[in-house]
């Protein structure tokens, strides 16, 4: 269903998730999103691993679904803790959720990696965030 980059783990795990939430990008050049508005931002989390841990899970869906959603659903992007520097855009927010993931599989004993984070804000426009090979 989403472009994935090419792999040789074994397993692939895909989550999608979506979390309504409002924002605003403060700066008069972002035109009409110097406003709040609103989403309902729909997200496609990819990781991939060789072992599975003792439950036989990659990574607990629920797991992932708790760690962006209890972050970010319902809430103004603008207060959360991590846009104090940077607005809120597509591109911030990916990159965001890719930094909360890997933070949350760095603790976990079958080291899954994340490939990428699929982020859709409308209909009509996404963004894919894909870390640099520096970044793993």
Do not use: W
């Amino acid at each position: 269903m989403y472009q994935t980059p090419a792999h040789d783990y074994q397993y692939e795990l895909n989550k999608d998730l979506n979390f309504s939430a409002a924002h605003y990008v403060p700066d008069e050049r972002a035109g009409k999103c110097s406003r709040v508005h609103g989403h309902t931002y729909f997200v496609n989390i990819t990781l991939a691993g060789d072992q599975l841990d003792d439950l036989g899970f990659l990574v607990n869906f629920s797991s992932l679904k708790s760690l962006i959603s209890d972050a970010f659903d319902h809430t103004l992007l603008n207060e959360h803790e991590r846009f104090k520097e940077r607005p809120p855009t597509s591109e911030t927010l990916a990159e965001t959720i890719y930094d909360m993931v890997e933070t949350f599989i760095a603790g976990l004993d079958n080291r899954p990696v994340c490939l990428q984070i699929y982020l859709q804000e409308t209909p009509t426009s996404y963004v894919i965030y894909r870390p640099k090979e520096s970044r793993k």
